[in-house]
């Protein structure tokens, strides 16, 4: 339990579908990041919330498109995605904000598009 | 540029000791972090090292050379629960982290 719950854990959608993943922290952080995991790649960070308001968007497609209501929970929203799309997607959170390296991660939501 | 290299996969015996490199080449450098992940879990946080030297948390140590662009994590007494991938990640001059594509590292009895 590293106090970062992401549901649903599994999920299967066409490319017309559009559906969302959630991501809560119970640890009184105040960052919390979207990630992308490939097989064998490494992590790409997609969006990152500072105390609710967007820091970064790595030039991630419009078909995702992030939601932070408050500084305990962050979705992502998803539509017309494509089969290369289908990673397991992790969310972390931060103590200190954007400046450390200590993330503490979800077990990940994994995504399948048919 | 940045770059992480770090092996695709090690095997190591129970009991034995292991070592996993991470080089790496940036213009601008706040600190080297390893992380475990089981398979279907989270990663979560290992080590941090900022300065030159060896840091020791029981059976892991990790080490840094920065003129080398180089860490290694080493793990002792290999237990069969330290099958996991390692993730090496470097903190670049404007706090990105920059992460290798992972160890998986696998045990046998």
């Known amino acids: 339990e590293t106090g970062v719950t992401q549901t649903p854990r599994h999920l299967v959608m066409g490319m017309t579908n559009k559906k969302s993943l959630k991501c809560e922290q119970h640890?009184?952080?105040?960052?919390m990041y979207w990630y992308k995991q490939s097989a064998k790649k490494p992590l790409e960070l997609m969006f990152v919330?500072?105390?609710?308001?967007?820091?970064e968007n790595n030039s991630v497609p419009s078909r995702f498109s992030p939601e932070c209501p408050n500084s305990s929970h962050l979705f992502l929203h998803l539509h017309t995605l494509q089969p290369e799309d289908s990673a397991l997607y992790l969310c972390?959170?931060?103590?200190?904000?954007?400046?450390?390296?200590?993330?503490?991660f979800g077990e990940g939501s994994r995504l399948t598009v048919l | 540029g940045q770059n992480i290299d770090q092996p695709t996969e090690m095997t190591a015996t129970e009991g034995a000791i292991v070592q996993i490199n991470c080089t790496y080449q940036t213009s601008g450098f706040n600190g080297l972090f390893w992380y475990q992940q089981h398979a279907g879990e989270a990663p979560t946080f290992l080590s941090y090292n900022v300065l030159d030297g060896l840091e020791e948390k029981g059976r892991f140590s990790s080490f840094l050379s920065r003129s080398k662009g180089y860490s290694y994590l080493l793990l002792k007494e290999l237990q069969m629960k330290d099958s996991a991938s390692y993730l090496c990640a470097l903190m670049d001059s404007n706090y990105q982290l920059i992460w290798g594509a992972g160890t998986k590292l696998i045990i046998k009895p």
């Open positions: 972390a959170s931060s103590q200190e904000g954007v400046h450390t390296g200590e993330l503490f």
């Open positions: 640890l009184g952080h105040n960052a």
């Open positions: 919330y500072n105390f609710k308001e967007q820091t």
